[in-house]
């Protein structure tokens, strides 16, 4: 088969090969800083608000910072639970000439949230965070009165309440290897605090910057660490010029994933070598995608005929005329595993003994040139 066309640039996100989600049944880990700003503080003593009287100036933004831990189920859905601290926010007032007030207020808490995530790029997500916060704020301060007339009075405040609120976040994930992720969050907390008891119950949003690792994200990949594997055979099918060589979709492709990894370029240009070396007359061909028995019927054929297509793409950027070549889905036909999986049990080992299952096959169909 001749080169005919000049090959495309193949765009960058496409050729890491990475996934912005974490590889399902995952953990995760981070921590994350940035701005963390206060709303709606008006500070109450003795259930009489003080803000406007006292003249209050307080100091709402403040450094935030966190810690949290996730679980990936699959691309889409996560859970996570964190700690943050939202920063101490000074405050001080005076009124008149005869009382002053000077404190601080503080919260930091627990958060449990569901995240729900939506690739925007091979390599970035969009997601939301939507849970629930239990917090706990502190207030301390003093009132110093009287001082003017030599009879000062100074009352401590040190208060401390505990609750839990709504949580909402909206956010960015870019994954820059498999395993290391950076995003980029901004999270409300509505209502944490007290004015019975802490003197203000504000709301908090926080922007932040945070890195995460993600464990085990090799698990399904194992044989793209490998050294390169020698380049398929093709097989001869009886009563026809046709060829077909059997690609491992562990090689093309991340788990659950239809873009090509960068070991599956390498591989698929080292195929193309060899097809270009073949030369059939009049030759064409068709990529077959194939899946495992995981999953429903309609996420499979959707999966097989991704992942047909992207190899199919790849070699028309390699230089196979587009009129030449096809793509076709095939799902969870002909699985050359048979029943040998049946009896395995456990997801991992399962998807583990899958694996032959998971392939692309490319047929050549052509005629030899009489010499």
């Given at each position: ?189 509505d209502n944490a605090g007290d004015t019975s008891s802490v003197g203000m119950r504000p709301d908090n949003g926080m922007l932040t910057l945070g890195l995460s690792y993600r464990f085990g994200q090799s698990d399904y990949t194992t ?51 060899q097809l270009n070396s073949m030369d059939p007359k009049n030759s064409t061909a068709i990529v077959l995608g194939f899946t495992d028995s995981l999953g429903s019927d309609t996420y499979n054929q959707k999966l097989s005929e991704e ?65």
């Amino acid at each position: 088969m001749k080169k005919t066309a000049i090959a495309l640039i193949v765009a960058g996100f496409a050729a890491t090969g990475v996934q912005a989600a974490p590889q399902n049944n995952t953990w995760y880990a981070g921590a994350k800083l940035g701005w963390s700003a206060y709303y709606d503080t008006d500070l109450t003593i003795e259930g009489k608000s003080v803000t406007d009287a006292m003249k209050l100036s307080q100091r709402r933004n403040q450094v935030g910072a966190g810690a949290f831990v996730g679980y990936q189920v699959n691309p889409y859905i996560g859970f996570e639970m964190g700690y943050d601290w939202f920063g101490r926010m000074p405050y001080k007032g005076d009124e008149l000439v005869n009382t002053s007030l000077s404190g601080s207020f503080r919260l930091q808490g627990i958060q449990l949230a569901t995240k729900l995530s939506y690739p925007i790029l091979p390599s970035l997500d969009i997601y939301t965070r939507l849970g629930a916060m239990a917090w706990r704020a502190d207030a301390k301060g003093s009132v110093t009165s009287g001082f003017l007339t030599g009879s000062s009075q100074i009352t401590e405040i040190r208060k401390h309440d505990t609750g839990v609120s709504p949580l909402v976040a909206l956010g960015v994930e870019y994954a820059i290897t498999k395993s290391i992720a950076t995003r980029l969050d901004y999270q409300w907390v509505d209502n944490a605090g007290d004015t019975s008891s802490v003197g203000m119950r504000p709301d908090n949003g926080m922007l932040t910057l945070g890195l995460s690792y993600r464990f085990g994200q090799s698990d399904y990949t194992t044989s793209a660490a490998m050294p390169a594997a020698p380049l398929p055979q093709p097989v001869l099918v009886p009563g026809a010029e046709v060829r077909r060589f059997t690609l491992n979709s562990e090689v093309l492709f991340a788990f659950n994933k239809s873009v090509l990894r960068a070991e599956g370029h390498q591989e698929l240009d080292r195929l193309y070598a060899q097809l270009n070396s073949m030369d059939p007359k009049n030759s064409t061909a068709i990529v077959l995608g194939f899946t495992d028995s995981l999953g429903s019927d309609t996420y499979n054929q959707k999966l097989s005929e991704e992942r047909a297509r992207s190899v199919a793409a790849y070699l028309v950027a390699k230089g196979i005329p587009a009129d030449k070549i096809s793509s076709r889905g095939m799902g969870k036909a002909n699985p050359v595993t048979g029943t040998a999986c049946h009896h395995v049990k456990h997801r991992h080992a399962m998807i583990e003994c899958l694996a032959p299952d998971r392939r692309v096959d490319i047929e050549i169909h052509g005629t030899k040139e009489v010499r």
